[in-house]
């Protein structure tokens, strides 16, 4: 919602509700399970959805091989989470009306790369970026320098509660920043439609999207990788930067048909100039088409692996 009025600036204004533990089946009418225990699992929400993470599984069973939280809250592998998305342009003044509406739990609201101050209107207030909130409890948190906060952080910002049973059971969101006008014409990688977004009326317009700047989604494309530093374009392969004087990897997918399993084979280009440096080839590709975002991360993984293994630097995509 854009608000303004008594020539006030105009600012976003988004309602988040925090809820008690809900009552929830699944879809064979049962109560939930954690996956890792077999006990019965609670869910938690954020204005009446909740995203428990027994729904974002790790694709792979393999330690350190797409699993964690280093993709589990991300909606390129698995798409948006259930509960309500705030938008906004990077810059936007934003305020958050943080509203209790249950009567047992106390929660945590922790929003990341983002502060605000605890007495909105005293200049020498502590800045903070978590807030305890108890049942019938609420505040207003006015973001500093308002959305993508002072370093401009474009992309899908998290936040949740910060007690990690409640997160873990659903109690989580992404606030969406955008950098290029969404006039209502372009889509997600998935082809899902972005809607529209009006900018606040008394700031100057997102700039428009054009070749050479497709604004945040459409700077990460996964059918013809363009992202700075990563190529694989039509050729499902991604290239791991590293470090300056170390080694350097690239970890290629090989396939002998047209199936959805790939396997990464990852080599090892060593540039270190020290001795023992050896170079390989990567395997030939057969029947390439466009690298998935999973199956680019299994090529990460398996190229931090390597690392790992031949004692090179941790391996730093960048994105």
């Known amino acids: 919602m854009l608000k303004t009025g008594n020539n006030r600036p105009a600012f976003r204004e988004y309602a988040i509700f925090?809820?008690?533990?809900?009552?929830?089946?699944?879809?064979?009418?049962?109560?939930?399970?954690?996956?890792?225990?077999?006990?019965?699992?609670?869910?938690?929400?954020?204005?009446?959805?909740?995203?428990?993470?027994?729904?974002?599984?790790?694709?792979?069973?393999?330690?350190?091989?797409?699993?964690?939280?280093?993709?589990?809250?991300?909606?390129?592998?698995?798409?948006?989470?259930a509960p309500p998305l705030?938008?906004?342009y990077v810059g936007d003044p934003a305020k958050f009306r943080l509203i209790h509406g249950g009567i047992k739990e106390t929660h945590v609201f922790?929003?990341?790369?983002?502060?605000?101050?605890?007495?909105?209107?005293?200049?020498n207030s502590t800045i903070i970026d978590s807030?305890?909130?108890?049942?019938?409890?609420?505040?207003?948190?006015?973001i500093l320098y308002g959305a993508g906060s002072l370093n401009r952080t474009i992309g899908d910002v998290i936040f949740h509660c910060h007690l990690y049973p409640h997160f873990m059971e659903g109690m989580w969101t992404l606030w969406r920043i955008f950098d290029r006008l969404q006039d209502g014409s372009g889509v997600y990688p998935d082809g899902t439609a972005i809607?529209?977004?009006?900018?606040?009326?008394?700031?100057?317009?997102?700039?428009?999207?054009?070749?050479?700047?497709?604004?945040?989604?459409n700077n990460y494309?996964?059918?013809?990788?363009?992202?700075?530093?990563?190529?694989?374009?039509?050729?499902?392969?991604?290239?791991?930067?590293?470090?300056?004087?170390?080694?350097?990897?690239?970890?290629?997918?090989?396939?002998?048909?047209?199936?959805?399993?790939?396997?990464?084979?990852?080599?090892?280009?060593?540039?270190?100039?020290?001795?023992?440096?050896?170079?390989?080839?990567?395997?030939?590709i057969v029947n390439p088409r466009p690298a998935t975002m999973a199956e680019a991360l299994a090529a990460y993984n398996a190229a931090l692996k390597t690392a790992k293994e031949t004692?090179?630097?941790?391996?730093?995509?960048s994105l």
């Open 18 to 81: 925090f809820h008690d533990e809900m009552e929830i089946k699944n879809k064979d009418g049962e109560t939930p399970t954690d996956p890792h225990t077999g006990m019965p699992n609670g869910t938690m929400a954020i204005s009446y959805r909740a995203e428990p993470m027994r729904n974002r599984e790790p694709l792979d069973p393999i330690e350190d091989v797409l699993t964690g939280e280093d993709i589990s809250m991300s909606s390129w592998v698995y798409g948006d989470p």
């Open 86 to 88: 705030p938008k906004a």
């Open 110 to 123: 922790h929003l990341h790369n983002h502060q605000w101050r605890l007495e909105p209107d005293d200049p």
């Open 131 to 142: 807030i305890s909130i108890s049942p019938q409890e609420c505040y207003t948190l006015d």
């Open 195 to 217: 809607q529209a977004l009006m900018p606040l009326k008394d700031r100057p317009a997102p700039p428009v999207k054009d070749t050479d700047h497709p604004g945040y989604p």
């Open 221 to 284: 494309s996964f059918s013809g990788w363009t992202t700075s530093g990563i190529t694989a374009a039509n050729t499902a392969s991604i290239s791991i930067n590293m470090p300056p004087n170390s080694v350097s990897l690239r970890a290629n997918f090989t396939y002998v048909g047209p199936g959805p399993n790939p396997t990464p084979t990852p080599s090892r280009d060593s540039d270190s100039g020290g001795s023992g440096s050896s170079k390989r080839d990567a395997e030939p």
């Open 311 to 317: 004692g090179g630097d941790t391996v730093k995509p």
